[in-house]
């Protein structure tokens, strides 16, 4: 299973972004999907998940109400829209999937990790 990231960049405060991660690979399902983020120095963060058919969201209470995540599985694509931004949202994103019916907020949840992508925020 490879999951590829995209859309980062450079964005002012307030403006927004759309990150899109792409599964591809064997044997591929519609498992749940997350997406975390890092900055350097810090622990890797939760930042919101999405349930294989996508009827269920889960997210971190610093991006609730700016964030959505949402899911398009005829084309194995996730999508984080992150609205308001703000510079303390400026990390690598990283895409994950999970096959085990276990906890979306762990990272150790996760099974296959993708490549991130740097979103960063100017004030």
């Known amino acids: 299973v490879q999951l590829q990231a995209s859309g980062g960049g450079l964005v002012q405060a307030g403006g927004s972004l759309r990150l899109s991660c792409v599964a591809s690979?064997?044997?591929?399902?519609?498992?749940?999907r997350g997406w975390f983020r890092q900055t350097p120095g810090k622990e890797r963060e939760f930042v919101a998940a999405?349930?294989?058919?996508?009827?269920?969201?889960y997210y971190a209470d610093s991006v609730q109400g700016r964030f959505s995540i949402s899911r398009d599985n005829a084309k194995r694509t996730v999508y984080l829209q992150m609205n308001s931004l703000k510079p303390e949202d400026t990390a690598v994103y990283s895409c994950?999937?999970?096959?085990?019916?276990?906890?979306?907020?762990?990272?150790?949840?996760?099974?296959?990790w993708g490549r991130g992508t740097q979103v960063t925020v100017s004030s």
């Open positions: 999405i349930t294989w058919g996508g009827d269920l969201t």
């Open positions: 994950t999937m999970k096959r085990k019916p276990t906890s979306y907020y762990n990272e150790n949840s996760y099974d296959f």
């Open positions: 690979g064997r044997s591929i399902s519609s498992y749940p």
